[in-house]
């Protein structure tokens, strides 16, 4: 198994910047797609933004696209979520997940997929 810890999240005026990590542990961490998700309260859980193994692909939801940037770091077993002009309807928790695949350069972006999620880390953007 492979344990993710997110940490980063805080309050932020609008127009503001976050950047979340995610630190996992417990397997090869290059083995693994990661991506990451949010929940806002009320309402489902969706889809942000997925990296491959080696971190060459990516992709993004339609909404944080242009604004947020996924990398990792495959030293360092981190992924990290740089948030860029944040707008109060990005208020959410924020999850990192991680899958195991033997594709290098496939990036997966349902839920479904993930085996593996962290407890979540809130961001608060305000008016």
């Known amino acids: 198994q492979v344990q993710l810890v997110e940490s980063g999240g805080g309050l932020v005026q609008a127009g503001g910047s976050l950047r979340l990590s995610c630190a996992a542990s417990g397997r090869t961490f290059s083995n693994y797609a990661m991506g990451w998700f949010r929940q806002a309260p009320g309402k489902e859980r969706n889809f942000v933004a997925a990296?491959?193994?080696?971190?060459?692909?990516?992709t993004y939801a339609d909404s944080v696209k242009g604004r947020f940037t996924i990398s990792r770091d495959n030293a360092k077993d981190t992924v990290a979520l740089q948030m860029n002009s944040l707008k109060p309807e990005d208020t959410a928790v924020y999850y990192c997940?991680?899958?195991?695949?033997?594709?290098?350069?496939?990036?997966?972006?349902?839920?479904?997929?993930?085996?593996?999620w962290g407890q979540g880390t809130q961001v608060t953007v305000s008016s």
């Open positions: 997940a991680a899958v195991r695949t033997s594709y290098t350069y496939s990036y997966y972006y349902t839920e479904d997929k993930y085996a593996y």
């Open positions: 990296i491959s193994r080696d971190g060459g692909s990516t």
